[in-house]
């Protein structure tokens, strides 16, 4: 992929780490039936950046933590974003039969299959937490963090909002507030878990999720550019796809060259953030350029 | 309620506990949208039997466990008894638009409010348990559990086989395997934490989730029979749905005599896997009795 030379070696050596963790995690037995197997299995192993998973061993590994401990919680997140992926292209909600250059969830399968695999993919997120998370108190605060994030006052929240957005005045604060949880909240958990799994002190976890807050915010506003200006080919789905359906954008509220400007202010705070670490931040460092690199 | 008189006062009791944790779980903050947390209310506020909280509350008395200490694993599995009702109500599943003698979410709200209510109830049952059981690794046990039961080998395949039935051959294991996961799971697994939760040991746990997967059979029994020759007052929901569906049952299968013959038999098997519980058992056996006197 076109992102991996960003990357140290050992982070791309993850990236198949993680897709080795996640074929293990959907092995599924009778009980599951075929075409719900297949249809988790199109969506969650379709090649794709695992932007959350990587930030969250990358903050594991920067608070001195182990990949192998902190896997389980890669593959959580990932879960937890392919569902809302699935969820968001439904026809009910964003309609979009396009994702990451393939048919989405509902297309290549059906709708019911498509509501279904998203269902079965939270559960499954807090299931492999529970189990596979050690010790037990650090289990339940992962899943704790992860529930939040992924609940009505965050990730679902965002969505609703992002849904009805014609309900909020179109500015940069209703803005903020719609992708601070529709995007941001489950970026700065991978960050929060990585660091929690790794012991981090009280201020370093603080600090990391100040670095998620602000790379969630340049993350989504680099998407919304992209959305924009990109070719489907890039995007994997279909551009201009928000425009057309009157989504609240930065490039709409700000300009494009203003939105390009917020992006590179947010990334830098995020970066700023990660002074505590000295040396040690350097990938979550490469991690954010990488973010806005997307736009070129 | 009709169904009141069936149980010890100290378990009506229980029935208005549970609806005030319930209400004090969904005071959202302002990150809530209105309308995703009004469409939430309106589905789990909804009067309604609370039949799995209370058996998970009675199977915490019977090991001498605290109902303090289990009310939010109560709540827990009430939101993910919601969600499958919100999601199994849509019009891409069965497209019910009646249920406990209301509109369901989706024609109350609309489609994107419904499935996204839906998605919310999900981690809002693993925040409750992560942050409120205790101690830790309890928690850990619940979620766990929970997470199983409500995946996609469990719930989630239970209802996909459900929708999908004329793959498979319409005899009664076609039909017990559909309903030992779809209804079976979560009614098993409201036993099994309860228990938990108590400290039970490893062998009346057994005998727990044993009571529990025939009295989840039991119930989707009755449940079909009430579908096919209830009126819609008692239902709450427009009778005789199912057959109109084309779906599996139990009468279709094997009659209405024989159906009402394998309900009792079903129940007694339960009530009998209670035996090492001695008289503590009583409030269960009457629990199964209820289910089974539901036909009449």
Same mark, same amino acid.
């Given at each position: 992929?076109?992102?991996?030379? +960003? ?11 993680? #897709? ?9 037995? #009778? ?20 932007? &959350?998973?990587?930030? +969250? ?6 608070? !001195? ?41 509902? =297309? ?22 529970? &189990? ?13 963090? /992860? ?16 849904? !009805? ?11 903020? &507030? ?18 929690? =799994? ?13 670095? !998620?807050?602000?790379?969630? /915010?340049?993350?989504? =506003? ?10 489907? #080919?890039?995007?994997?789905? &279909?551009?201009?796809? #928000? ?9 709409? %509220? ?11 202010? %947010? ?19 490469? +991690?954010?350029?990488? %973010? ?5």
């Amino acid at each position: 992929m076109a992102t991996s030379t +960003l990357f140290p070696a050992e982070i791309e050596a993850w990236r198949t780490q993680i #897709d080795d963790a996640l074929t293990e995690y959907t092995r599924f037995d #009778d009980d599951c039936p075929r075409h719900l197997a297949d249809a988790i299995r199109y969506c969650l192993l379709a090649p794709g950046k695992r932007f &959350r998973p990587l930030l +969250l061993l990358t903050a594991t590994e920067m608070c !001195g933590g182990s990949i192998e401990g902190a896997m389980p919680a890669a593959c959580a997140v990932e879960m937890i974003h392919n569902y809302s992926l699935i969820h968001d292209d439904l026809p009910a909600m964003d309609n979009d039969d396009f994702r990451r250059g393939r048919s989405t969830c509902h =297309i290549q399968f059906d709708e019911s299959t498509a509501i279904l695999a998203g269902d079965a993919l939270i559960p499954m997120a807090f299931e492999v937490l529970a &189990r596979d998370i050690r010790p037990d108190d650090i289990a339940a605060r992962c899943v704790l963090a /992860l529930a939040t994030a992924s609940g009505p006052s965050q990730l679902v929240g965002g969505q609703a909002d992002d849904l !009805g957005f014609q309900f909020s005045p179109a500015n940069l604060e209703s803005l903020e &507030r719609i992708h601070r949880r529709k995007t941001g909240a489950l970026i700065a958990v991978s960050l929060e878990m990585g660091a929690m =799994i790794a012991g981090a002190s009280p201020e370093k976890l603080k600090s990391v999720i100040q670095y !998620g807050k602000h790379l969630g /915010l340049a993350f989504q =506003i680099v998407d919304d550019l992209l959305d924009l200006r990109g070719s489907q #080919d890039k995007m994997g789905k &279909r551009a201009g796809k #928000d425009a057309e359906l009157g989504k609240l954008t930065y490039p709409a %509220v700000l300009g494009v060259e203003e939105s390009e400007l917020r992006a590179r202010e %947010v990334a830098q705070a995020a970066i700023d953030a990660l002074q505590p670490f000295g040396d040690s931040a350097r990938p979550l460092e490469l +991690l954010a350029r990488f %973010v806005i690199d997307r736009t070129q």
